[in-house]
């Protein structure tokens, strides 16, 4: 390789001087170095600046410290205050996300009606196992309808058939004893009464609870219904406390 | 200059450290409190020192850095640790500060900092426990003062390469990351701040 000029090492000191410099330039930076004063005394002139800069770095006093302290707490109890406020509206823009999946796909669509369960395993109520919650890995662990027919009320059925849409979120926990607690409408595209007899109905429904390592287990639980046959193929996270990995599982469609 | 200037940033066992690092992630995502906490406090002093020299007052370091771990927690889904935690814990201090130092930037024109004024923004200047020689600490705060200042005069994103660098240690790949930009931008950016310092501070 070529002996590097004044000019060639000038341009390469700053980075040579981090250790960047390519290793096949490195010899003939040195070289060079070793032999010229001047390109050496820009290299030391480097060096200076960095140890100042150092030198100069403030430290921190005890108040800073103390300030520091309370970062943790403040940083970590608003996320969950989000969090918890976040849920609902989570959930709903969930559906909206699958809405407009299922509006790309109207020509497969069909009046048939298909449920959509995402099951979310909520630490909160499940009380007695551990604080971290579990992820909800497969379809086995969601909670299984004992009488599948409260699930379609007529009404429901009719209400579809008459407007020609039908979209609706429900939200709410199937405990450890099967049966459903914290029934609420996220969303409906229709009118609430049909909504609330559902929530009636599923209030009688019994379940058989979802079940993690052989033990019941009280999951979080949204029940998306739309007017379509169309069942999303891939498992899709959404963030929630207490909860991990869900699936969008079409499985139990009636 | 010597080879031993070729110091880069010494890394623990990547294989374990990503491993942990990714367990830690992944209970923060779950919303686990706890793992939320360790996380702040595994990275909160690197963030409130480079928020510090990014816009260099204490309360607005502070600030940022609040905003920075809120900002954190509500984009971990989207971590996938294409870099380190730490790296990435970067960038978003970096474009916290820079969306923030526009407009503190103009406040902070209008008003004549002092000495005292300079100190008691960014705390106190480290005392390498060699003197209490009253004018020695004096000339060591004066110094300091300058520097910031001129570290201060800097445009934005060659005061963050420089930062990053000397005092926090990064390598190029890491800066790049970090600053959203080229290896080869990190570099010429470093080579023109260090240039304007030199000048700045009159180091022969
Ligand atoms: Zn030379």
């Known amino acids: 390789m070529n002996a590097f000029t004044c000019a060639d090492v000038g341009a390469r000191l700053s980075a040579f001087r981090d250790g960047e410099t390519p290793v096949d330039e490195q010899r003939a930076m040195r070289a060079h170095l070793a032999s010229c004063s001047a390109c050496a005394a820009q290299a030391g002139a480097l060096e200076s600046v960095g140890t100042l800069l150092r030198a100069s770095a403030p430290v921190r006093t005890r108040e800073q410290d103390v300030d520091l302290a309370h970062l943790s707490v403040r940083v970590v109890s608003q996320i969950s205050a989000e969090r918890d406020m976040a849920w609902p509206a989570r959930v709903g823009r969930l559906f909206e996300d699958w809405h407009l999946v299922w509006a790309g796909l109207s020509g497969t669509t069909s009046a048939a009606l298909c449920l959509v369960l995402v099951a979310l395993l909520s630490a909160a109520v499940s009380p007695g196992t551990d604080r971290n919650p579990v992820a909800v890995r497969d379809a086995e662990m969601l909670p299984q309808v004992l009488s599948s027919s409260a699930f379609m009320p007529a009404a429901l059925v009719s209400a579809a058939t008459q407007t020609g849409e039908l979209e609706l979120a429900l939200s709410g926990v199937v405990t450890r004893e099967g049966r459903l607690a914290d029934a609420e409408l996220v969303k409906a595209s229709f009118s609430e009464d049909v909504a609330r007899l559902m929530i009636v109905q599923l209030a009688e429904t019994r379940f058989e609870p979802a079940s993690h390592n052989g033990s019941p287990v009280a999951v979080r639980v949204v029940w998306l219904f739309s007017r379509t046959t169309v069942r999303p193929a891939a498992p899709m996270n959404i963030d929630k406390p207490g909860a991990n990995h869900i699936h969008l599982t079409a499985d139990n469609a009636v | ?204």
């Open chain 2, 1 to 204: 200059m010597a080879e031993g200037l070729s110091v880069k940033p010494v890394s623990l066992d990547w294989a374990s450290v990503g491993e942990a690092e990714a367990e830690l992630v992944a209970r923060c995502r779950t919303g686990d409190e706890r793992a939320c906490t360790a996380l702040v406090e595994a990275h909160q002093r690197m963030v409130y020192q480079l928020a510090l020299h990014l816009l260099g007052e204490h309360n607005e370091a502070l600030d940022l850095s609040q905003e920075v771990f809120l900002r954190v927690f509500r984009t971990l889904h989207a971590f996938r640790g294409h870099a380190s935690l730490r790296t990435w814990i970067y960038r978003i201090v970096i474009n916290q500060a820079r969306n923030r130092q526009r407009w503190w930037r103009r406040r902070k024109q209008r008003e004549q900092v002092s000495l005292d004024d300079h100190l008691r923004r960014v705390g106190e200047v480290p005392d390498p426990g060699r003197s209490d020689d009253p004018e020695t600490v004096v000339e060591r705060k004066e110094v300091a003062a300058c520097v910031w200042g001129a570290l201060d005069r800097l445009p934005f994103d060659q005061r963050t390469a420089i930062v990053l660098r000397e005092i926090d240690g990064l390598s190029y790949e890491e800066i790049a990351y970090s600053l959203g930009v080229a290896v080869g931008t990190v570099k010429s950016r470093l080579a023109r701040a260090r240039q304007q310092l030199r000048e700045e501070l009159r180091v022969a």
